[in-house]
C-alpha cells in the first residue's frame, strides 16, 4: 500500500513538474510572438517611413526634372522665333528686291518697246535699199555684158583659165630656182655655224669617269676593302660594287652618274681609313652624299651664271648640276649643255634673234639624261615634261623635246637648240669613242634587226639612235609590223648596252609592177 502510494505519488509530481514546465514554455512562446509583433510592427513602420521618404523624394525630381525639361523647352521655343525672326526679315529683305527687280525689268521693256519702233523703221529702209541695189547689180552686169559681147559665165570662166596659167608658170619658176635656194641657204647656214664656232672661246676639257678603282699593291692580313665594306657603300649609293677577277680592283657598275661619283667617293675614305666601320662609315657616306649634293647645286648655279641667264626653279637647277657626273660616249654632258648654250646664243645673235632663250633652251635640252636611271622614255620627251612642269616657257619646253624629233617644232629656237646640239656633241675631240667601236656598234643594231624573219634590211640612223627596218610586204602585215617593232626593240635591249634609248621604225612598203607591151 505504501509503495502504491508513492508511486501515484510520484506520478502526480511528475505531471505537476510536466505542466509546470509546459506552461513556463508557453509562457517564454508568448512573449516571443509579443516581441515579435513588436519587431514587425517597428518594421512595418520603418518600411512606412522610408516609403514615404522615397515617394517624396520622387514627386521633387520629377517636379525638378519637369522645370528643367520646361527651361529647355522655353530655350528651343525662344531659339526657333528668333530663328522665325530672322526668316522673316530674310523673306522681307528678298521681297523687297524682288519688287525692285521687277520694276527694274518694267523699265527695260519700256526702253525696249520705244527702240524697237525705230529699230522696225531702219528695218524697212534696209530692204528697200537691198532692192534698189539688186536691181542696180541685175542692170549693171547686163551693161556689162552687152558691153563685153560675152556673158558672165564665159568670163569668168575667162578670167580662172587665165589665173590657172599664171600659177603655173610660178610653179614652174620656183621648181627651177630650188636647187640653186637650197644650196644657198646650205652655204649661208655652214658660215653661220662656222661664225659661232670661230666666237666660241670656251675650252672643255672633258675628264672621263672612273668606273674602275685600283687597290693599292701589298697586301696585308686585313684587306683594305672587304666585301662588307662594299655592301655598305652598295647601301650608301645606290649603285653595284663588285671586285676584280684578279682582286686588285673595284668596279663601279650603275646607270646614276650621282650614285657612281658617291660610290667612288667612299671607297676613296675607305682606303684612306681602312679601320672605318659601322657608325662612322655611316656618318662618313652620309657626309660624302652631302658633299655631292653641294656640288650638284653649285654646278647648277654656274651653270646659269657662265650664260647670263635668270636662275629656274630650283628642281631644274639641281637637274642642270647633275649632268656634270653624267656622260655620252665620253662626253660630260654639264659641259656639253654649257658649250651648246653657248652655240645656241652665238647662232641666235647672229641671226637678230634674242639670244637669251636660245641659251635657255640649250642649256636645258638634256637635263633628262640625268633621269633617264629612274624613268622610261626618251631624254628629250622627260626633259619636256620636266621643262613644263617647273614653269618654263613653252617655247625653251618645245625646243628641248624637239631636238631629237620626239614633238613638232615649234619655233625657230628649236632647230637652233639641234643645231647648237649637234655641232657640241660633233667638234674634234668632243668624244672618245672610236670610229671602230661605233662602227660596231652599228653593225650589232643591224645585225640584231636582220636576224627577225620577214625583215629584208635594216639600216641604223642617226649615230645608232635609230634602226629603220625594211620587211617583206608579203610576209609581215600591218599588225605583224608592230608586233615585229616590239620584238626587235626587246632583243636589243637584252643584247646590247647603251645609253638613252634606241628607236626602232619598221617600214612596210608594197610596190606593184607590170610590164606594158
Excluded at 114 to 130: F, H, S
Excluded at 379 to 396: L, M
Excluded at 433 to 462: C, P, Y
Amino acid at each position: 500500500m505504501p509503495a502504491a502510494l508513492a508511486v501515484v505519488l510520484a506520478g502526480v509530481a511528475g505531471a505537476c513538474v510536466g505542466l509546470w514546465l509546459a506552461l513556463r514554455v508557453r509562457a517564454r512562446l508568448d512573449r516571443a510572438r509579443h516581441a515579435w509583433a513588436q519587431e514587425l510592427e517597428r518594421i512595418r513602420a520603418t518600411a512606412a517611413r522610408e516609403a514615404q521618404t522615397l515617394r517624396v523624394e520622387a514627386e521633387v525630381a520629377a517636379r525638378e526634372e519637369a522645370l528643367v525639361r520646361r527651361a529647355e523647352a522655353e530655350e528651343e521655343l525662344r531659339v526657333g522665333q528668333v530663328h522665325q525672326a530672322e526668316q522673316e526679315a530674310m523673306l522681307a529683305g528678298r521681297k523687297v528686291l524682288l519688287e525692285e527687280e521687277a520694276r527694274a525689268l518694267d523699265e527695260l521693256r519700256h526702253d525696249l518697246a520705244v527702240r524697237e519702233l525705230p529699230l522696225a523703221e531702219t528695218e524697212r529702209e534696209t530692204q528697200g535699199l537691198r532692192a534698189e541695189m539688186d536691181d542696180l547689180r541685175r542692170r549693171h552686169r547686163v551693161e556689162l555684158e552687152r558691153v563685153a559681147g560675152m556673158s558672165a559665165a564665159e568670163a569668168t570662166r575667162l578670167l580662172v583659165g587665165s589665173e590657172i596659167e599664171e600659177a603655173r608658170a610660178l610653179a614652174d619658176r620656183l621648181v627651177r630656182g630650188e636647187g640653186a635656194s637650197a644650196t644657198e641657204i646650205g652655204r649661208a647656214a655652214k658660215r653661220l655655224m662656222g661664225i659661232s664656232a670661230g666666237r666660241m672661246a670656251n675650252l672643255f676639257y672633258t675628264e672621263r669617269p672612273q668606273s674602275v678603282i685600283s687597290l693599292p699593291e701589298g697586301r696585308s692580313e686585313r684587306p683594305p676593302v672587304t666585301p662588307e665594306d662594299l655592301k655598305l657603300v652598295e647601301k650608301a649609293s645606290g649603285v653595284a660594287l663588285t671586285f676584280s677577277e684578279e682582286g686588285d680592283a673595284i668596279r663601279i657598275e650603275g646607270l646614276d652618274g650621282v650614285g657612281r661619283e658617291v660610290a667612288r667617293r667612299c671607297v676613296a675614305r675607305l682606303l684612306r681609313r681602312p679601320g672605318l666601320r659601322g657608325d662612322a662609315f655611316t656618318r662618313v657616306a652620309a657626309e660624302v652624299t652631302a658633299e655631292v649634293e653641294r656640288e650638284i647645286v653649285d654646278f647648277g648655279r654656274r651653270a646659269f651664271a657662265l650664260l647670263n641667264l635668270e636662275r629656274a626653279h630650283p628642281e631644274i637647277m639641281k637637274l642642270v648640276g647633275r649632268l656634270n657626273f653624267r656622260t655620252s660616249y665620253s662626253q660630260n654632258q654639264w659641259e656639253h649643255a654649257v658649250e651648246a648654250g653657248f652655240l645656241c646664243g652665238m647662232i641666235a645673235a647672229e641671226l637678230g634673234l634674242d639670244p637669251k632663250p636660245a641659251r635657255r633652251a640649250a642649256l636645258l635640252h638634256d637635263i633628262g639624261k640625268a633621269l633617264t636611271h629612274e624613268l622610261d622614255g626618251s631624254h628629250a620627251v622627260i626633259g619636256a615634261d620636266y621643262a613644263r612642269r617647273f614653269g618654263e616657257t613653252e617655247v625653251v619646253a618645245n625646243a628641248v623635246g624637239a631636238h631629237h624629233t620626239d614633238e613638232p617644232f615649234g619655233s625657230i629656237y628649236a632647230h637652233l637648240v639641234a643645231a647648237a646640239d649637234a655641232m657640241s656633241g660633233g667638234r674634234p675631240g668632243a668624244r672618245r669613242q672610236t670610229e671602230d667601236n661605233h662602227m660596231a656598234k652599228l653593225a650589232e643594231i643591224e645585225r640584231l634587226a636582220r636576224s627577225f624573219t620577214g625583215v629584208d634590211e635594216a639600216f641604223a640612223v642617226q649615230g645608232g639612235r635609230e634602226v629603220r627596218v625594211y620587211v617583206e610586204a608579203d610576209r609581215i602585215g600591218d599588225a605583224g609590223a608592230a608586233t615585229l617593232a616590239s620584238e626587235i626593240a626587246s632583243a636589243i635591249s637584252r643584247g646590247m648596252t647603251f645609253p638613252g634609248q634606241i628607236k626602232v621604225t619598221v617600214i612596210r612598203e608594197l610596190k606593184a609592177v607590170e610590164m606594158a607591151s
